[in-house]
């Protein structure tokens, strides 16, 4: 009982921990003084102010613009990897592409940063590309730093799959490539969605590397926040962050509701085909 009592004491101070913060700040978006630690009476007029302030809502287009790009960019670059690398096993060199491809999961993104910009200014030097930097020298960063997440997830559920289905389906007469769009992609489907929304999240999340590698007129989110933070943190950020967390939450909330229901009709389907 003691045990119990404390890993459910424990449980409670994790969650406080972690949602605790987030609650004051979506209090505080609603806070009618501009600063953010004194209480002055309850007002909206930050989330006015948060519609009117064009550079914030141009730095909220660009983040989501390049996460949308970079996610599906990096879901068709770690599927193939990770398809390459859990069907085709023992190939020579398949250490050595493991490796650089799981590489970015343990590097500082100091140095990816560092280094991917050094390779831009080469690149522009030697055949004239990219013209600067901005909005396609962050997404090619991105996508290139997600690619890594997006193969470890697919690739262990290519690595659970049975492969009696593929084998069964080849048998029949079906070509590799209608194996993979008709047998194995709706398999891995789940993963791909998990990929694609992880890779979206650490690409609206960048701050470091976006700050290697972005241009005038090319500034995300995060660069935004972290320089009015140095200013003192402005209540249209709270603003922005209670609107996040709020759409956030809905799409969780609505997945799993989704996913529950999804889940019943495949136990009734189930109970219904073991009664028959």
Same mark, same amino acid.
């Given at each position: 009982? &003691? ?13 406080? #921990? ?6 004051? @700040?979506?209090?505080?978006?609603? &806070? ?20 009117? &302030? ?7 287009? &660009? +983040?989501?613009?390049?996460?949308? #790009? ?15 690398? *859990? ?10 592409? $493991? ?10 993104? =100091?140095?990816?940063?560092? +280094?991917?910009?050094?390779?831009? !200014?080469?690149?522009?030097?030697? !055949?004239?590309?990219?013209?600067? $930097? ?22 262990? $559920? ?16 079906? +070509? ?47 660069? =935004? ?14 603003? @922005? ?5 709020? @759409?956030? *939450? ?21 109970? $219904?085909?073991?009664?028959?």
């Amino acid at each position: 009982m &003691n045990k119990f009592s404390f890993s459910k004491m424990m449980l409670w101070l994790g969650l406080v #921990f972690l949602y605790a913060p987030m609650l004051i @700040l979506i209090i505080y978006s609603f &806070n009618e003084s501009r600063l953010v630690t004194v209480w002055a009476g309850f007002s909206t007029k930050w989330y006015g102010e948060l519609l009117r &302030n064009d550079k914030l809502l141009d730095a909220v287009g &660009n +983040s989501l613009q390049i996460a949308f #790009f970079s996610a599906s960019g990096a879901v068709v670059l770690g599927t193939l990897a990770a398809y390459v690398l *859990t069907r085709f096993r023992g190939f020579k060199g398949s250490t050595l592409l $493991r490796g650089m491809i799981t590489a970015p999961l343990v590097m500082p993104e =100091v140095i990816t940063g560092l +280094s991917l910009l050094l390779l831009f !200014v080469a690149m522009a030097q030697l !055949v004239g590309w990219p013209d600067g $930097r901005g909005m396609t020298t962050i997404w090619i960063a991105h996508t290139t730093f997600c690619t890594a997440y997006v193969a470890v997830v697919v690739g262990s $559920r290519l690595s659970e799959m049975d492969m009696s289905i593929e084998e069964a389906a080849r048998d029949l007469g079906a +070509s590799p490539i209608k194996v993979f769009f008709q047998i194995t992609l709706p398999i891995i489907a789940p993963a791909l969605i998990s990929g694609w929304l992880l890779a979206f999240t650490l690409s609206l999340d960048d701050l470091v590397i976006a700050s290697f590698v972005s241009g005038p007129g090319s500034t995300t989110l995060p660069m =935004v926040v972290f320089s009015s933070v140095r200013l003192g943190v402005s209540p249209e950020i709270n603003a @922005l962050a209670t609107i996040i967390i709020t @759409l956030v *939450t809905s799409l969780v909330f609505a997945s799993w509701w989704y996913a529950r229901r999804v889940e019943k009709a495949r136990v009734r389907d189930m109970q $219904r085909i073991s009664g028959a």
